[in-house]
C-alpha cells in the first residue's frame, strides 16, 4: 500500500491535534471524509487479499489453540486436586496416629500427652476439613472444564468438518469461475489472447484492404508501376481479346483438321478396296508358265 495516504492521515492527526488545542481552524469535516475514504480503500485492498480458505484455517488453528489451553486447564486444575487428596492423606494418617497415641498415653496413665496428642489432632482435623472443601472446589471446577474441553472439542470437530466442506466448494466455484471465464473470453489470460488474436486480425485486414487498394490504383492509372511491368488498362484489354481471339482461331483449326482427317480416311479406305480387286483379278494371268524342255 503507498505510504502517502498514511503520511497524509498523520498530517491530518496533527492538526486535528492543533485544532484540539486552539492553534489551527477546525477541519472535521475534511477529517471525516478522509477518514472515511483511507477506510473504504483499506476495505477494499483487504477484501481483495483475503482469502476465504486462509481464513478459515487461521480460525481453525485459533480454535485448536483455544481447546489446547482449556485442556492444558483441566490437567492444572486435575493436578492441584491430586496434590490436595495427597495432603489429605498425610493429614488424616497423622491424626490416625495422635488418635492412637493418645488412647496409650490414657492407657499408661498419661493424661497429660493423651490431651496433648488430642489437641494436636483437633488441629489437623481443622486443615482437613479445609483441604476437603478447596478439594471439592477443585473437583468441581475439575468437571466443569472437563464438560466445557468435550464441548469445545465437538465444535471444533464440527468446524473443521465445515471448514472442509466450504474449502471445497470455494475450490469447485472459483474453478468453474475460471473455466467460465476462459471460454467466454473474458478472463485475464485468454483476454491477453484474445486481444493478440484481435490485432492480428485488423492488421491482416487492414493489408489485406490496403494492398486491394494499391491494386486498384495501379489497374487505374493513379500509380504508375516503377518496375516496367505493369500495363496500362487499355494494354490489358487488348491482350484480353487479342487472347480470346487466339483461342477461337485455334479451336477452329483443331475442328477443321478434325473433319478433313475423317473424309481423307475414308476416301482412302474406299480406294484401297478398288485396288485390290484389280489385283486379285490379274493375279492369274501374272502367273508364270514353265516349259517342259
Known amino acids: 500500500m503507498d505510504a502517502g495516504p498514511v503520511l497524509w492521515v498523520l498530517r491530518q492527526s496533527l492538526e486535528l491535534e492543533s485544532v484540539r488545542r ?11 471524509r478522509m477518514g472515511m475514504i483511507f477506510r473504504a480503500k483499506a476495505n477494499k485492498a483487504l477484501d481483495r ?21 482449556v485442556r492444558r486447564g483441566v490437567a492444572d486444575v486435575a493436578t492441584s486436586r491430586k496434590r490436595l487428596e495427597l495432603q489429605l492423606n498425610q493429614l488424616q494418617s497423622q491424626s490416625s496416629k495422635l488418635e492412637d497415641q493418645g488412647r496409650k498415653a490414657l492407657a499408661l496413665g498419661r493424661e497429660d500427652l493423651a490431651r496433648e496428642a488430642l ?7 481443622q486443615q482437613v476439613t ?12 475439575e468437571e466443569k472444564l472437563t464438560l466445557a474441553a468435550q464441548r469445545l472439542q465437538a465444535k471444533v470437530d ?9 474449502k471445497a466448494t470455494y475450490t469447485a466455484a472459483q474453478a468453474q469461475t475460471r473455466i467460465g471465464e476462459a471460454f467466454s473470453g473474458i478472463s485475464e489470460e485468454m ?3 484474445g486481444l493478440a488474436i484481435q490485432r492480428a486480425e485488423d492488421k491482416t485486414a487492414q493489408l489485406q484492404a490496403r494492398a486491394g487498394a494499391i491494386d486498384e490504383l495501379l489497374a487505374s492509372g493513379a ?19 487479342s487472347g480470346g481471339t487466339d483461342v477461337e482461331l485455334e479451336l477452329q483449326r483443331m475442328k477443321a483438321e478434325l473433319a478433313g482427317g475423317s ?31
Request: net charge negative; no cysteine.
Open 22 to 32: 486552539g492553534r489551527a481552524k477546525p477541519m472535521s469535516g475534511v477529517m471525516k
Open 49 to 69: 487479499a483475503e482469502d476465504p480458505r486462509e481464513t478459515l484455517d487461521y480460525s481453525y488453528q485459533k480454535q485448536l489453540e483455544l481447546l489446547q489451553k
Open 119 to 125: 489437641s494436636r489432632r483437633a488441629a489437623l482435623q
Open 130 to 141: 479445609d483441604l476437603e472443601t478447596q478439594h471439592a472446589t477443585l473437583q468441581g471446577e
Open 158 to 166: 464440527a468446524f473443521r468438518t465445515k471448514k472442509e466442506t466450504i
Open 191 to 193: 483476454g491477453d489472447v
Open 223 to 241: 500509380l504508375d508501376d516503377q518496375s516496367g511491368m505493369h500495363k496500362d488498362d487499355i494494354q490489358a484489354e487488348l491482350d484480353r481479346l
Open 263 to 293: 473424309s481423307g480416311d475414308r476416301q482412302a479406305l474406299e480406294g484401297g478396296q478398288d485396288q485390290a480387286r484389280p489385283q486379285t483379278q490379274q493375279q492369274p494371268q501374272d502367273t508364270p508358265r514353265f516349259d517342259k524342255q
